[in-house]
């Protein structure tokens, strides 16, 4: 799990890493005011994260929160 404060008007990624050893089977995110932030992207990056991709369009700094459901490598 990550999470992170995004300034107002700011674009940025998020990712949520697996532990070694395992691997990324899904993911999502979490926000406090859905109706002020644009979410781009959200899927997995590579096979270890879960990326998304957040735009705050408030004028306050809003917190984000990404999780990784990760399994045991095999």
């Not at 995004?6 to 859905?34: N, R, S, T």
């Not at 957040?54 to 917190?63: D, E, I, M, V, Y």
Request: proline content about 4%; some cysteine; charged content about 15%.
């Amino acid at each position: 799990m990550a999470t992170n404060d995004i300034v107002k008007g700011a674009f940025i990624q998020v990712l949520a890493v697996c532990p070694e050893g395992k691997v990324v089977l899904g993911g999502g995110y979490g926000m406090i005011d859905p109706a002020s932030l644009q979410v781009w992207s959200n899927g997995p990056q590579g096979d270890r994260s879960w990326s998304v991709r957040f735009r705050n369009t408030s004028l306050q700094t809003l917190r984000v929160t990404v999780t990784a459901n990760c399994v045991l490598a095999r």
